[in-house]
């Protein structure tokens, strides 16, 4: 009921920047919480950066002071500003959404993730 698409991702020289997109759309009552994973090859899924319904940012310390999340809530939206990327922050870059439905549920989505490759 609650779809969650990335898009941005890309090619990118060691130093470079992306912004990464995420749109959540369906039957959608409120998005709490909004936030960006990444799975770098062979490794598990690892957790960015969380966007709350009232804008306050959390980031992990391997991106904090170079990556900046946030979210325009009348478009359903979250971004990912990326900067000085590392070669190390390649890795598909997965969205999640939590909120609650027009049918007062909770939902919990992922969208298919948006590869980001950081060549050195």
């Known amino acids: 009921q609650v779809q969650v698409v990335e898009s941005g991702g890309g090619l990118v020289q060691a130093g470079g920047s992306l912004r990464l997109s995420c749109a959540a759309s369906?039957?959608?009552?409120?998005?709490?919480?909004m936030a960006w994973y990444r799975q770098a090859p062979g490794k598990q899924r690892e957790w960015v950066a969380t966007?709350?319904?009232?804008?306050?940012?959390t980031y992990a310390s391997s991106v904090k002071g170079r990556f900046t999340s946030s979210r325009d809530n009348a478009k359903n939206t979250m971004y990912l500003h990326m900067n000085s990327l590392k070669p190390e922050d390649t890795a598909v870059y997965y969205c999640?959404?939590?909120?609650?439905?027009?049918?007062?549920?909770?939902?919990?989505?992922w969208g298919q993730g948006t590869q980001v490759t950081v060549s050195s």
């Open positions: 999640n959404s939590k909120g609650i439905l027009r049918i007062y549920s909770s939902y919990d989505s």
């Open positions: 966007v709350s319904d009232g804008g306050i940012t």
């Open positions: 369906g039957s959608i009552l409120r998005i709490n919480v």
